[in-house]
Structure formats: C-alpha cells, structure tokens
Nanobody, 120 residues
C-alpha cells in the first residue's frame, strides 16, 4: 500500500545539475531510512545515498562532494541534489524507503525509477 513517486530526472550535459524528489504515501507505521539507488545499463543496482530519521547520511564514494541528500520527516519526502554530473552518473534512479509495517515487520519499498542521462 506504500507508494513512492519520483520526479526530476532528465537529460543534462556533463557538469550540469539535476534535483530528484521522492514522496512516500500510504499505510506504514514508520519510515526509518529513505534513500536513492541507481542502476546503469548492464550494471547492478547500487546505493547512491540514504538518510535516517535522525539525520545520519551515507554517500557512495563516487558521489561524495557532488550530491546532497535531504529529507522532510513530516512529509515523508526525500530529495537528491546532483551537481557536477558526469556521464558515469547515467542510470535509472530509484527511491527507497525502509521501515516498519503496522504489523511491525521490516519492509522495503521502491519507486518506479526515473532516468538520468548525462551527456559528455
């Protein structure tokens, strides 16, 4: 019943910027961690960045200093500001939310994905 809706993907030149946003809605007891993953052509899905309720943030080494993740706990929304984009950042980006269902089971929820393409 939990839905994650992403927005903000697109085509940008190398060195440009994009901002991705994700809004979670539906029935869930709590969302503990929200984040962004990406999957390039022929590659496995990898963590880009995530953030806990308490504001603890993890970034992939490849995006440190370029990407910034932020979260609104009240609105259950997470954003990813991507600066200094490189062709290697080209991928489908997926929003992820991890938390507890009303039955107190740990759950992972995924958005449909949004395409980010960086041209050289």
């Amino acid at each position: 019943q939990v839905q994650l809706v992403e927005s903000g993907g697109g085509l940008v030149q190398s060195g440009g910027s994009l901002r991705l946003s994700c809004a979670a809605s539906g029935s869930i007891f709590s969302i503990d961690t929200m984040g962004w993953y990406r999957q390039g052509p022929g590659k496995q899905r990898e963590l880009v960045a995530d953030i806990t309720n308490g504001g603890i943030i993890n970034y992939a080494d490849s995006v440190k200093g370029r990407f910034t993740i932020s979260r609104d706990n009240v609105k259950n929304m997470v954003s990813l500001q991507m600066n200094s984009l490189k062709p290697e950042d080209t991928a489908v980006y997926y929003c992820n939310a991890e938390g507890l269902s009303w039955g107190r089971e740990r759950r992972d929820y995924w958005g449909q994905g949004t395409q980010v393409t960086v041209s050289s």
